[in-house]
């Protein structure tokens, strides 16, 4: 194809040009280039096509060309119709009996196409929909299926900062929206998320901060919401420094977690590696328990995420008897102080949520033959995830529902008196309340009995700041700002007890209000850019896989023996070859 | 015109060419891109037809968990067929009758 | 007495849309004197429906469907230049085997195209029962499209770095059968209406485009092949034509005859192509998906049964085009159709439009 330019003045010299090297006319051409168009006028010479290229105001008039090319009458009329320019001097005028356009408004020079605007292309997949923190999934499954764990890490820490521990204990909404669920199994998100994060030699990475702002931030609290806060807050530019109450920062995450979930080492590599490329001071074993010191102290701003730790009281006789042990406490003594305490061959555990779970496979390990758990409704309705309740059973742990403890009778050993329970009519929300079978009763004779049924939320009074009646910060909804100025919140300490991801969702909302407080205009917005990552598609049958990759795991008789990590992950063969099951929903194909 | 002489008699003696629709019905060649079918139990409303249907004839509500097809606006091209990745749309091998009014078809669903 | 006085009366006569000898609505309005033709003015625009502006309101890949429906007879080869500017601009490299499946599915496209007009061109005349008889042979060439893919007419099966259907063993032997049987039919019909008389006094010396004027007004396809000038696209090569061996048709007689004879032996040259292109096909994939939003521009021509087709394809890296322009071969035979008509009688006027060939679907879009 060979192109030449020229302009109004030159034209006919070009058209006497080709005209004598037999050239044949083809066709015009006209793009709209706002305000001017340009024409170009088609030619065959030879084998080859000539394209004459000329750039006018859309006022002017053209001169046609008929007297060169005579030929060229059809083309110039419909051009003259379809784009509203004028040509002067046609050798054959039909005048404007070629194309009628009826209704055509001065923007759009056709009549515009009967019926809607074709729909637009869906924006973000349903797996990224569902995450509370927005984590481009689409994007980091399909770098890992180019084989990029690099570019993975780099992915999942633009929206949540910390991908090998979430890569580890995430209850991953993001498989729940995953489309392949009705006939195969979702796609393992949560897996992959751990393999970019072990495929690395190092976590730390190496970023640049933005240029300082001079601004000094506190965050109250090292738990994955202010972790959250203090990294990106940090990569805005300001200067922050992270309180935490222990010795170790983590939060839940350190307390609560156990071992055999979240190795230690990981959880403090990882939250050192953000620290140090966001600038972060980290001052342990500090307690707060004054805001005004921190503000007298030269902090421009203060995020309290100081999480819920109170536990809840079963309101029953018997509670406080010996014997009878917290899970908060329980927990607490096993993963931060690295005891063992004495358990005894039978323990119960009463409740149906994560720290039951929890609570119930960390007795398994420190020799307890016999663990129950008892829930006081059916097993639809517990909140603990289907994986831990399956880890769970596996183990050797026995489920017992459909029981609600009324009694505890001190002792050694100890008896529990619980009650059967039904399920009854629904309420308005459509959930069903449980009742009470009168007269039918059972005791459980136990070593142990823990409880955990839940945690409360406990701010020191001296923080000034108003809570709920349930205990929890009141804060505005879209900017988390509490009823102090300059002080925002959230985590646990403003929800109640939720998970790491919601926690890290809290950290993102509050960064963005406390960056446009001081000055700054906050963290982007989840966006897709088109036309990147171009990868193999695989829509057709026979390259998708569709069945998943099994997750390697301990064997069973090795995990109770110590607490060592259970799940070992993907290595780069299974990783690739699960991240090629994705559908790639988002990419419209 | 002596040899086309020769030909039109022998037209008189053969089968004819044509097949007396409506009261005999060709073979339908399998294969053939007819009228389509949603089975809602493995449709998860994720619009992907809808992006893909060049005369825009369907319409995917998720929220209220239906989808409309007009039989009318119809092109029988069968894209959607083959970009379902549940495979919930089936294909058959007639055209749909005409009518004389303008019917659009609603499939619903309960689950999700 | 009578005096009998002749009067030279000019007379306009619209030759309009709807007319049962015209196929095709196109208005043509005739100045006669007495019974000859002294002037044409050519009135198009009753069939249009903005598909080059519906283009660019589209997503590129919709398109394939909307370029292929712009003309009912000739469809194939719209989807396949649309899908070639693509891929010229995308640099995909299309497979092989898909080269051989667009080339067989073109020719079988000209083959029912060619039919559909012999028919029509003799019916003109007056010759109904032959309308009939190849009519009946096209038949064959549209079942062959059902057995394919799904549809008589429309193929579907073009896309964007190939084809989306193959042909299994079977199918290539009911191939060969057909295109067989067609030419056994083919060597029966042929001397009939090439050396009868009748046929012979009404198209000999009629439409005369000499061949210094062809080419200056820019006419295209077998119209100005019968004018002695070997003009055809496929010798540029595109998809699998530089494999075949390829030789364009040409007589010089300049009038409508040469313009029948010269589609007669291309029905041939197609069966044969087919043939050929059927032993010749390679093994292997047959669809390279694109991956990347289109930016740039192209320019694609290829040859349809009425003539050179034209495409050229501006894009600007989204998933929306910027232009798309479309010239069609009947728009360009149009200058040659006016000066070929002046100067006959009202009765020649059938023969003569339909030896150009219109289709005024495309001419429109």
């Given at each position: 194809?060979?192109?030449?330019?020229?302009?109004?003045?030159?034209?006919?010299?070009?058209?006497?040009?080709?005209?004598?090297?037999?050239?044949?006319?083809?066709?015009?051409?006209?793009?709209?280039?706002?305000?001017?168009?340009?024409?170009?006028?088609?030619?065959?010479?030879?084998?080859?096509?000539?394209?004459?290229?000329?750039?006018?105001?859309?006022?002017?008039?053209?001169?046609?060309?008929?007297?060169?090319?005579?030929?060229?009458?059809?083309?110039?009329?419909?051009?003259?119709?379809?784009?509203?320019?004028?040509?002067?001097?046609?050798?054959?005028?039909?005048?404007?009996?070629?194309?009628?356009?009826?209704?055509?408004?001065?923007?759009?020079?056709?009549?515009?196409?009967?019926?809607e605007c074709p729909p637009i292309m869906r924006v973000f997949g349903r797996c990224r929909e569902k995450c509370?923190?927005m984590v481009n999934a689409p994007k980091y499954v399909r770098?890992?299926a180019?084989?990029?764990?690099?570019?993975?890490?780099?992915?999942?820490?633009?929206?949540?900062?910390?991908?090998?521990?979430?890569?580890?204990?995430?209850?991953a909404p993001c498989e729940d929206g995953c489309r392949q669920d009705k006939n195969e199994k979702p796609l393992q998100n949560?897996?992959l998320?751990?393999?970019?994060?072990?495929?690395?030699?190092?976590?730390?990475?190496?970023?640049?901060?933005?240029?300082?702002?001079?601004?000094?931030?506190?965050?109250?609290?090292?738990?994955?919401?202010?972790?959250?806060?203090?990294?990106?807050?940090?990569?805005?530019?300001?200067?922050?420094?992270?309180?935490?109450?222990?010795?170790?920062?983590?939060?839940?995450?350190?307390?609560?977690?156990?071992?055999?979930?979240?190795?230690?080492?990981?959880?403090?590599?990882?939250?050192?590696?953000?620290?140090?490329?966001?600038?972060?001071?980290?001052?342990?074993?500090?307690?707060?328990?004054?805001?005004?010191?921190?503000?007298?102290?030269?902090?421009?701003?203060?995020?309290?995420?100081?999480?819920?730790?109170?536990?809840?009281?079963?309101?029953?006789?018997?509670?406080?008897?010996?014997?009878?042990?917290?899970?908060?406490?329980?927990?607490?003594?096993?993963?931060?102080?690295?005891?063992?305490?004495?358990?005894?061959?039978?323990?119960?555990?009463?409740?149906?949520?994560?720290?039951?779970?929890?609570?119930?496979?960390?007795?398994?390990?420190?020799?307890?033959?016999?663990?129950?758990?008892?829930?006081?409704?059916?097993?639809?309705?517990?909140?603990?995830?289907?994986?831990?309740?399956?880890?769970?059973?596996?183990?050797?742990?026995?489920?017992?529902?459909?029981?609600?403890?009324?009694?505890?009778?001190?002792?050694?050993?100890?008896?529990?008196?619980?009650?059967?329970?039904?399920?009854?009519?629904?309420?308005?929300?459509?959930?069903?309340?449980?009742?009470?079978?009168?007269?039918?009763?059972?005791?459980?004779?136990?070593?142990?009995?823990?409880?955990?049924?839940?945690?409360?939320?406990?701010?020191?009074?001296?923080?000034?700041?108003?809570?709920?009646?349930?205990?929890?910060?009141?804060?505005?909804?879209?900017?988390?700002?509490?009823?102090?100025?300059?002080?925002?919140?959230?985590?646990?300490?403003?929800?109640?007890?939720?998970?790491?991801?919601?926690?890290?969702?809290?950290?993102?909302?509050?960064?963005?209000?406390?960056?446009?407080?001081?000055?700054?205009?906050?963290?982007?917005?989840p966006s897709i850019?088109l036309?990147?990552l171009?990868c193999?598609p695989s829509k057709s049958p026979?390259i998708l896989e569709r069945m998943p990759?099994?997750?390697?795991?301990?064997?069973?008789?090795?995990?109770?023996?110590?607490?060592?990590?259970?799940?070992?992950?993907?290595?780069?063969?299974?990783?690739?070859?699960e991240a090629n099951r994705c559908w790639r929903c988002d990419w419209n194909e | 015109?002596?040899?086309?002489?020769?030909?039109?008699?022998?037209?008189?003696?053969?089968?004819?060419?044509?097949?007396?629709?409506?009261?005999?019905?060709?073979?339908?060649?399998?294969?053939?891109?007819?009228?389509i079918l949603f089975d809602m139990k493995k449709c998860d409303l994720c619009q992907d037809c809808e992006r893909v249907c060049p005369s825009l004839a369907i319409k995917v509500f998720p929220d209220e968990k239906r989808v409309e097809y007009s039989?009318?606006r119809c092109l029988?091209c069968h894209l959607c067929v083959e970009s379902c990745m549940q495979m919930a749309i089936i294909p058959?091998?007639?055209?749909?009758?005409?009518?004389?009014?303008?019917?659009i078809d609603i499939f619903e669903t309960e689950r999700r | 007495?009578?005096?009998?006085?002749?009067?030279?009366?000019?007379?306009?006569?619209?030759?309009?849309?709807?007319?049962?000898?015209?196929?095709?609505?196109?208005?043509?309005?005739?100045?006669?004197?007495?019974?000859?033709?002294?002037?044409?003015?050519?009135?198009?625009?009753?069939?249009?429906?903005?598909?080059?502006?519906?283009?660019?309101?589209n997503d590129?890949k919709r398109?394939?469907t909307?370029?292929?429906?712009?003309?009912?007879?000739?469809?194939?080869?719209?989807?396949?230049?649309?899908?070639?500017?693509?891929?010229?601009?995308?640099?995909?490299?299309?497979?092989?085997?898909?080269?051989?499946?667009?080339?067989?599915?073109?020719?079988?496209?000209?083959?029912?195209?060619?039919?559909?007009?012999?028919?029509?061109?003799?019916?003109?005349?007056?010759?109904?029962?032959?309308?009939?008889?190849?009519?009946?042979?096209?038949?064959?060439?549209?079942?062959?499209?059902?057995?394919?893919?799904?549809?008589?007419?429309?193929?579907?099966?073009?896309s964007?770095?190939?084809?989306k259907?193959?042909?299994?063993?079977?199918?290539?032997?009911?191939?060969?059968?057909?295109?067989?049987?067609?030419?056994?039919?083919?060597?029966?019909?042929?001397?009939?209406?090439?050396?009868?008389?009748?046929?012979?006094?009404?198209?000999?010396?009629?439409?005369?485009?000499?061949?210094?004027?062809?080419?200056?007004?820019?006419?295209?396809?077998?119209?100005?092949?019968?004018?002695?000038?070997?003009?055809?696209?496929?010798?540029?090569?595109?998809?699998?034509?530089?494999?075949?061996?390829?030789?364009?048709?040409?007589?010089?007689?300049?009038?409508?005859?040469?313009?029948?004879?010269?589609?007669?032996?291309?029905?041939?040259?197609?069966?044969?192509?087919?043939?050929?292109?059927?032993?010749?096909?390679?093994?292997?994939?047959?669809?390279?998906k694109?991956t990347?939003?289109?930016?740039?521009?192209?320019?694609?021509?290829?040859?349809?049964?009425?003539?050179?087709?034209?495409?050229?394809?501006?894009?600007?890296?989204?998933n929306?085009?910027?232009?798309?322009?479309?010239?069609?071969?009947?728009?360009?035979?149009?200058?040659?159709?006016?000066?070929?008509?002046?100067?006959?009688?009202?009765?020649?006027?059938?023969?003569?439009?339909?030896?150009?060939?219109?289709?005024?679907?495309?001419?429109?879009?």
């Open positions: 194809m060979q192109e030449i330019l020229t302009d109004k003045a030159n034209i006919f010299a070009e058209l006497d040009k080709l005209r004598a090297e037999d050239a044949r006319f083809i066709t015009i051409t006209v793009l709209d280039l706002g305000a001017q168009l340009e024409v170009i006028y088609h030619f065959e010479k030879g084998k080859d096509v000539v394209n004459l290229k000329m750039k006018t105001d859309k006022e002017e008039s053209l001169p046609s060309i008929t007297g060169v090319y005579s030929a060229a009458f059809i083309a110039e009329n419909e051009a003259q119709d379809l784009f509203n320019i004028k040509i002067s001097g046609l050798n054959v005028d039909y005048g404007g009996r070629m194309l009628k356009v009826e209704s055509a408004s001065a923007t759009t020079l056709l009549k515009p196409v009967v019926g509370p923190a770098q890992i180019l084989g990029d764990p690099e570019g993975a890490y780099n992915t999942i820490i633009e929206q949540a900062p910390l991908p090998a521990i979430l890569g580890r204990v995430c209850f949560r897996l998320k751990r393999y970019a994060a072990d495929a690395l030699s190092s976590l730390k990475r190496d970023v640049k901060r933005m240029e300082p702002t001079g601004k000094k931030v506190a965050v109250v609290g090292g738990g994955p919401s202010g972790i959250t806060a203090a990294f990106y807050l940090g990569m805005l530019g300001h200067n922050v420094t992270v309180y935490e109450k222990m010795e170790r920062c983590g939060g839940a995450m350190f307390a609560f977690i156990p071992k055999y979930r979240l190795p230690r080492n990981i959880l403090e590599a990882e939250v050192m590696a953000r620290f140090e490329e966001a600038g972060v001071k980290l001052e342990t074993g500090v307690e707060i328990t004054n805001l005004d010191a921190l503000f007298k102290k030269g902090f421009d701003a203060i995020y309290v995420a100081t999480g819920a730790w109170k536990s809840m009281r079963l309101m029953i006789e018997g509670e406080d008897s010996p014997g009878v042990l917290d899970c908060v406490d329980f927990l607490f003594a096993v993963n931060v102080r690295n005891e063992r305490p004495k358990l005894g061959g039978r323990v119960a555990v009463i409740g149906g949520g994560n720290g039951a779970v929890d609570a119930a496979r960390t007795a398994k390990r420190l020799g307890s033959k016999d663990v129950t758990i008892f829930y006081r409704r059916s097993r639809e309705e517990m909140p603990a995830t289907m994986e831990q309740v399956q880890a769970a059973m596996e183990e050797g742990v026995s489920f017992r529902f459909l029981g609600s403890p009324v009694k505890i009778i001190p002792g050694k050993p100890l008896k529990v008196i619980f009650q059967n329970m039904r399920m009854g009519e629904p309420d308005e929300s459509g959930r069903h309340k449980f009742v009470p079978i009168e007269g039918s009763e059972f005791v459980v004779e136990v070593d142990t009995v823990i409880k955990a049924i839940g945690q409360a939320v406990e701010v020191p009074k001296d923080f000034g700041l108003r809570v709920d009646k349930a205990g929890r910060i009141v804060v505005n909804e879209e900017t988390y700002e509490t009823s102090v100025q300059g002080v925002w919140a959230g985590g646990d300490a403003m929800t109640g007890p939720t998970s790491v991801i919601d926690c890290i969702k809290d950290g993102r909302i509050a960064t963005s209000a406390i960056d446009k407080y001081l000055g700054g205009k906050g963290l982007p917005q850019d036309g990147e171009v193999k026979e990759v099994p997750a390697r795991v301990l064997p069973i008789v090795d995990r109770i023996e110590s607490f060592n990590e259970v799940e070992l992950g993907f290595n780069k063969e299974e990783a690739a070859k | 015109m002596p040899k086309m002489l020769t030909k039109v008699l022998k037209s008189l003696f053969t089968k004819p060419a044509t097949v007396r629709y409506p009261y005999v019905k060709p073979e339908p060649i399998p294969g053939t891109r007819g009228k039989p009318f029988y058959d091998v007639v055209v749909r009758a005409p009518e004389f009014e303008k019917i | 007495m009578n005096e009998s006085k002749v009067i030279n009366v000019n007379t306009i006569i619209p030759f309009g849309p709807q007319h049962p000898v015209l196929p095709e609505p196109v208005q043509l309005r005739f100045k006669f004197e007495g019974e000859r033709i002294v002037d044409v003015v050519p009135n198009i625009g009753y069939v249009h429906r903005a598909i080059e502006r519906a283009c660019e309101l590129y398109n394939v909307l370029c292929e429906r712009i003309c009912g007879i000739c469809n194939f080869m719209h989807a396949m230049a649309y899908c070639e500017s693509i891929e010229m601009i995308t640099d995909t490299a299309v497979p092989e085997r898909a080269k051989y499946l667009r080339t067989i599915w073109s020719e079988l496209g000209r083959l029912q195209s060619h039919y559909l007009w012999l028919g029509l061109f003799i019916d003109s005349i007056g010759f109904e029962s032959l309308f009939m008889h190849l009519w009946r042979d096209r038949e064959i060439v549209l079942m062959l499209n059902e057995k394919t893919a799904g549809h008589r007419i429309h193929l579907s099966t073009c964007i770095g190939g084809v259907k193959d042909m299994d063993d079977r199918l290539i032997a009911e191939y060969s059968s057909s295109l067989a049987e067609l030419r056994k039919r083919m060597d029966n019909l042929a001397p009939v209406f090439i050396k009868d008389k009748g046929v012979q006094a009404r198209l000999v010396g009629k439409g005369i485009l000499p061949k210094n004027k062809a080419s200056l007004l820019g006419a295209v396809g077998p119209t100005v092949r019968g004018s002695g000038i070997p003009q055809d696209m496929r010798t540029l090569g595109y998809e699998a034509y530089s494999y075949l061996d390829f030789k364009p048709v040409v007589y010089d007689m300049e009038d409508a005859y040469s313009r029948m004879l010269v589609r007669i032996d291309e029905i041939y040259q197609s069966i044969d192509l087919i043939n050929r292109a059927l032993n010749q096909m390679p093994n292997g994939p047959i669809l390279q694109n990347v939003f289109p930016r740039g521009t192209a320019i694609t021509r290829i040859e349809q049964p009425r003539g050179e087709l034209f495409y050229y394809v501006a894009g600007n890296g989204t929306k085009l910027e232009r798309c322009r479309i010239r069609t071969p009947t728009l360009a035979n149009i200058p040659a159709l006016v000066t070929m008509l002046v100067g006959h009688e009202v009765a020649d006027i059938p023969p003569v439009l339909l030896s150009v060939d219109p289709c005024v679907a495309c001419t429109e879009r």
